[in-house]
């Protein structure tokens, strides 16, 4: 990730600071690093960063700050990649996000910055223009009930693959998590798509965000 330059706020001080030094060490170039929401935007007249980390919840009211900023900064900066840090899982945050402009995007829960192999292949993707979304967000998705869901016409393996894929995984990634061949995940990923009626695209961004067009229907 040598050359990637990010840049980050969050009001709380320990996390931001975490943050920078985790990113650091990845070899990520933070150029900046705010408290606010109303800070990051001011910064984006000057900063050109490829990513920009940040909370959901900022001053003043803690509620959707965070959103409301990155939205901003995709009309400000369409192409910069946007990775949400979340307390708890939201999914409405995470749609609404995912409807929001052409580049990358990412919506994770803190406690996932721990482990920071996760988090840096994360950055990484999100950075790419490809998804990284939480698995318990994915989980929230592709468990709700609907009248007429083609989900259900789907084999565990398949959903289980189908989630995978929304959180940004590559079928090489796919493979490797549950322990299979990646021609046995080419052959579920033709299947799934052909039961969701979606089209087939070999690039894994474009991959992900026609699957989470699906998801939030």
């Known amino acids: 990730m040598v050359g990637l330059r990010v840049v980050v706020a969050d009001d709380s001080v320990l ?31 000057t900063d050109a960063p490829d ?21 901003r900064a995709r009309e400000l900066r ?4 946007i990775l949400l840090l979340s307390q708890y899982v939201e999914v ?11 580049g990358g995007v990412g919506y994770l829960l803190k406690d996932r910055v721990a482990d ?30 609907r009248s007429d869901d083609p989900l259900s016409r789907l084999t565990p393996r398949e959903r289980e693959v189908l989630g995978l894929m929304a959180e940004g995984r590559s079928n090489q990634a796919i493979a490797e998590r549950l322990v299979v061949t990646l021609r046995a995940v080419e ?5 799934i798509f052909g039961k969701l009626r979606l089209p087939i695209d070999e690039h894994d961004h474009r991959r992900v965000l026609a699957v989470m067009a699906y998801l939030r229907r």
């Open 116 to 145: 920071v192999g996760e988090f840096a292949a994360a950055v990484q993707r999100v950075a790419d223009g490809g998804s990284a979304l939480d698995p318990e967000v994915v989980s929230m998705l592709v468990g709700r009930r």
């Open 15 to 45: 996390l931001r600071e975490g943050l920078v030094r985790v990113l650091g060490e990845s070899g990520v170039t933070v150029i900046a690093a705010y408290g606010d929401a109303e800070q990051l935007l001011a910064g984006l007249e």
């Open 92 to 102: 409405a945050y995470a749609q609404e996000l995912l409807s929001a402009g052409t």
């Open 187 to 191: 052959k579920h990923v033709t299947s």
């Open 51 to 71: 990513l920009i980390v940040l909370d959901v919840r900022m001053p003043p009211t803690f509620r959707d700050e965070g959103v409301r900023a990155a939205i």
């Open 78 to 81: 369409p192409t910069v990649g």
